[in-house]
């Protein structure tokens, strides 16, 4: 029988079978060093290597042995196995950065927080031996680690415990530190018409940019440097702080009225210092910056920009990729802003989601007057959204959502806006499916509307019963000059309900059905028209018959808009030319035809000033189309399109006539 050993738990005890393995020796087997030299024989004797199978043992859940030194044979052992630290505790990794990967301390003294460390400073302990508070953790861990055993360490960490104790229990009677609730943000909601009403909950100062150059200006006039009024200075140096290669382009054109930027990719980061050059230029007006590849970083940057310009009224950031969180910059920004004039951020991907931020941006802004969003991603929902901006929005005159797929329900809720907006002139709800649920809500919307003068519903799938809904509502409206239908299937049909309608509208002047078939009955229909009333009517032929072109059509209502309105031409010209040289931009005639009345979908006007400017001049003499000339050298240079003019007018039986003798030959 073996000598009586003592366990150190009594859970342990309570199982005879681990006697064997946890077996301690007591002060009474033990007396000398021999006798603990033949213990240690004895010992490693009996227990079995770990590499054996040993017995199935019910050890408690708690209760995980160490495993002893040496147990193992030398032969187990790994040879690369690495010597065991003096101490047996582990020091933490000095590699972890983050505080929440550290190891936790296994004793009072094993590790010194921060806050630990400023206890220490608060009860005095700070300048004794022992506690350097300004050595960092990492490099006195292992020092600490090795005085944990000895007597002394331990007698004076119990005395600064103690310490620490009654300072924590002091301050918390005294006075109790109360930390601050973090700030409640409000949800946001889905929007609705009382959300509308009510304004946005959301501060625009949270977006604001970084954009600041009130020190930079008083450096400079403390420097006696002049102001640059056109920021080229200012964009140089932007350029040496951002690491940004300066555009020599933009360098020479900053002082420009219309600054045009194209295809530079410019990207995010190179968009700041153009940003802040702009920030207190007052020479530019217009900025066309397309194709650059700004996102949502140069988006934003244009935005923090146009808050506080007042000198912009146009803008062009299409095709830049500037995704949701540019375009909610862009809308918070028309929220405060009051001069820019025109909008363009076609071609952005932008999706439903952005059409969200449209409701706050046009809610509250009248000074812009032309937005495009075409060539998007906007599906139903978006076209919900759209609609509930234009109900509430009162300065927009030309919107574009040409391109996107508002489908029924988005087409039906974009058009039945019309009914509540009265200042709309110019729509364009081409290429988007808009089908037979938009062609109802189009029957209403031009009953009640007398605002809207052009509209273009090319390639909407309109069928025969859609063609007659839209004719329903032509035929008792009295405001629209402009009506094109283009690429739907109306059928014979549909062509003769909607040229029924034209016949009882008092001021339609152009009405578009090409890559449309045509009866030879409703042929007959549209030359009477054009010779009893002051339409124009587009059509794609019959029976192989030469059609007039959309050109020749559009160049001869231009003449003839020229003509008429004389007065409210010259001024319009005039108020874009303030140094009176007679010379104006292609985007500034283009605006002045708008300003003076002439009302055409944005591809139509672009059309009749790509053939007037046949030489491909970036500016045009606004004197020369006021006197003709532009128009006379225009018919010299293609007279083609002078004898169409003139022949386009064709006695009404003659036609029809030669067709049904070329239909009858056997």
Known sequence: MDAKVEFPDSELSASPALGVIFRLPTQDNVDDSSDHDSYDDRRRCRIRPHSAKGPSLDLPSRVVPNKPKGIRPWSALPKTAKPSLPTQRKVSRQTLRKPHLRPPARSPTASISSEGSSLITAVGLANKKGFDTSTPDSERSFDRHAKCFTPESKHSSEKWAVKIAEAITEISET?????????????????SFETWI????????????????????????????????TGTVMYMDQCQVQGVIPVSYIQRHLGDKNLRMR??????????????????????????????????????????????????????????????????????????NTTLKTLCVSGNQLTDSCAQCLIEGLK??????????????????????????????????????????????????LLSSLAKNRTIEVLDLSWNGLGSAGAEALKTALKINTTLKVLDLTNNRFNTKAAESISWGLSRNTGLETLVLNMNPLKD??????????????????????????????????????????VTILHGGVGGYSRISTTTSMIRLFSKFVQSHQTQLGTSFHQFDRDRTGILG??????????????????????????????????MNYKNILSGETLAEYFHERPSRLFAIKTSQIHINTVPEMLHRQLTVT
Not at 204 to 222: A, P
């Open 175 to 191: 006075e109790p530190v109360e930390k601050p609730e973090p700030p409640k943000r409000s949800l946001r909601k889905h929007p």
């Open 493 to 534: 049909a549909g062509v003769e309900a909607v040229l029924k309608a034209v016949e009882k509208h008092p001021n339609l002047h152009l009405l578009s059905i090409e890559d449309i078939g045509m009866s030879r009955e409703n042929y007959r229909k549209i030359q009477e028209l054009q010779t009893e009333k002051d």
């Open 364 to 413: 509250n802004n009248t000074s812009l007057t032309s937005l495009d969003l075409s060539g998007n991603g906007f599906g139903e929902q978006g076209g919900i959204y759209i609609g509930g901006a234009l109900s509430l929005n009162e300065g927009l005159i030309d919107i574009d959502c040409s391109w996107n797929s508002f489908r029924n329900r988005g087409g039906a809720a």
């Open 198 to 229: 009510q304004g946005s909950p959301h501060d625009s100062d949270e977006y604001d940019t970084d954009i600041d150059i009130d020190d930079y200006v008083k450096r400079n006039i403390k420097e006696g440097r002049p102001i640059d009024p």
């Open 586 to 619: 292609i985007d500034e005639v283009k605006t002045a035809l708008k300003d003076a009345g002439l009302r055409l979908t944005n591809k139509q006007l672009s059309l009749v000033i790509e053939e007037l400017n046949y030489k491909n001049s970036s500016t």
């Open 263 to 336: 295809h530079h990719y410019f990207g995010g980061t190179g968009t700041k210092p153009i940003a802040v050059a702009l920030l207190k230029n007052t020479i530019t007006e217009n900025i066309d910056i397309s194709d650059n590849y700004v996102e949502a970083e140069g988006a934003r940057y244009i935005a923090g920009m146009l808050r506080n310009n007042t000198f912009i009224t146009d803008l062009n950031i299409s095709k830049n990729f500037i995704g949701r969180d540019g375009f909610s910059a862009i809308c918070r920004m028309l929220e405060s």
